[in-house]
């Protein structure tokens, strides 16, 4: 079955002691491909009984399949022939480089004051506004609702509001 969560198999129970470093190794795709390649190296993988522990898709890394694997040749034999399979990375990765995409970022930290963002949750939801104010602390902010005849400020949750555009985007 196709991994999307990393296993944790290296980790000791007793005293949380590394047992052997298990390494991550990328395989480049044509872009757009990767589930593709990920499942065909997944029946080879079952088929071949390669010790790959997973073979992973991350929706930050595009034209990239990761496979967790003891040596690079299980990646490189997994991978060879498959037609939209380019070949193996050079090097191995560690988890710590990948976490920041295994991780999600929260929502908070994307907004920006004067951002445009539409309000999906709610009894304003699919309102648009302006970003008057963050509050981190509290995980909250303030929208200027754009489509009302006054300006009205809103105090609204940030996991209910996406950003359509950033200001940082009109400057440029």
């Not at 491909?33 to 930050?60: D, F, H, N, T, W």
């Not at 070949?87 to 994307?110: N, Q, S, Y």
Request: glycine residues 10%; charged residues 25%.
């Amino acid at each position: 079955m196709l991994s999307w969560v990393f296993s944790s198999i290296y980790i000791e129970d007793i005293g949380c002691k590394v047992l052997e470093k298990v390494r991550f190794f990328a395989v480049r795709t044509t872009i757009g491909q990767e589930l593709g390649v990920a499942l065909l190296m997944e029946e080879r993988a079952k088929g071949s009984g390669m010790p790959a522990y997973s073979i992973s898709v991350l929706p930050g890394l595009r034209g990239v399949v990761i496979v967790e694997a003891d040596a690079p040749y299980v990646a490189h034999r997994l991978s060879y022939g498959i037609k939209h399979s380019k070949g193996v990375v050079r090097g191995g990765m560690r988890l710590e480089d990948l976490e920041k995409f295994v991780a999600p970022k929260p929502v908070i930290e994307t907004i920006k004051l004067n951002d445009v963002v539409e309000i999906t949750g709610g009894p304003f939801v699919g309102m648009k506004g302006r970003v008057v104010h963050i509050d981190k602390s509290r995980g909250e902010v303030k929208v200027e609702i754009a489509e009302a005849a006054f300006p009205l400020p809103i105090t609204i949750n940030a996991e209910y509001v996406k950003v359509i555009s950033s200001e940082e985007s009109k400057e440029e």
